[in-house]
């Protein structure tokens, strides 16, 4: 079953999200050298600058140094284009790490970006999943109006994205959500997860909550990931987001 974190603004929604991974990197490095985690780009960005490097109770207890951050998925843009999830997290969040002790940082190798060719778009794509660890400690997820995450699509046109078994990381073409060519993590990589995180904020987001907590659509992708690894699944949204969910006891 899934856990659900519903927070007020007083609740301080990025706060409790950095306290979770702060207790997730010292479970890892009570047992490892290393913290591995992935993460979204979108809305989730902003709160992790809140809850890691702005509330400095919780920055000053994160070992940088020994975390390694991978990308759920990314858009093929180059690094400093502003549709960059890679782009976006060296803005909010690495370039305010002003001590030496830095995270290794695993970007898509944009030497390979070759403008709509195909063949490039797969070899960036396999490419990323050379780099992907086996299992990763920590996902850190988003949620799209449209039910997605990272990027995989609701929708029979992204159906190959949902029921791939093998291949870890996968070119995802013709995204709903611009821009159109992307790399996106598939579920084995979910599988073999320890811990995922949801984390939704806004009015926006409120038909798509009560789509996936009360109708339970297994056809959008976060609803499928609610049902398939449920037990290693906790959701920090806001009140607004959640405000049309009519079960409230998850
Ligand atoms: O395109 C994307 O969207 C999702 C959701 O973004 P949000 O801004 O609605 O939170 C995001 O998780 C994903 O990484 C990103 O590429």
Redesign the pocket.
């Known amino acids: 079953m899934v856990t659900v974190y519903v927070h007020s603004e007083a609740d301080n929604l990025p706060k409790k999200l950095g306290q979770y991974i702060l207790n997730q990197q010292n479970k890892t490095l009570s047992r490892s050298n290393t913290f591995k985690i992935a ?6 960005i902003n709160v992790l600058r809140l809850g890691l490097i702005e509330n400095k109770n919780i920055s000053s207890k994160i070992k940088w140094d020994h975390w390694e951050i991978y ?5 093929i843009v180059p690094l400093n284009h502003p549709d960059s ?1 890679y782009g976006a997290f060296k803005v909010a969040v690495l370039d305010n790490l002003t001590n030496s002790k830095l995270p290794k940082v695993f970007p898509i190798n944009e030497s390979l970006i070759n403008n709509n060719n195909k063949s490039s778009h797969i070899k960036i794509a396999e490419d990323y999943e050379k780099l992907l660890p086996k299992q990763l400690d920590s996902l850190l ?5 449209d039910g ?4 995989l699509f609701p929708g029979l046109k992204h159906k190959y994205l949902l029921e791939e078994q093998t291949k870890r990381v996968m070119w995802c073409h013709d ?1 709903p ?1 611009p821009p159109s060519d ?1 790399i ?1 993590i598939t579920l084995p990589v979910l599988n073999d997860s320890v811990e995922i995180a949801f ?3 806004g009015e ?2 409120q038909s798509i909550m009560h789509e996936i907590f009360d109708l339970k659509d297994l056809n959008l992708p976060t609803a499928l990931i609610n049902a398939l690894y449920g037990d290693k699944v906790t959701w920090f949204v806001n009140d607004k987001a959640f405000a049309k969910v009519e079960n409230k006891d998850i």
Not at 39 to 44: A, F, M, R, V, W
Not at 141 to 145: S, T, W
Not at 148 to 151: A, D, F, N, R, V
Request: proline residues 3%; hydrophobic residues 20%.
């Open positions: 993460i979204s780009g979108g809305s989730l990308f759920v998925d990314e858009r999830n997820l988003g949620c799209g109006p997605h995450t990272c990027s995204s959500k992307r996106t984390v939704t904020e926006s987001k």
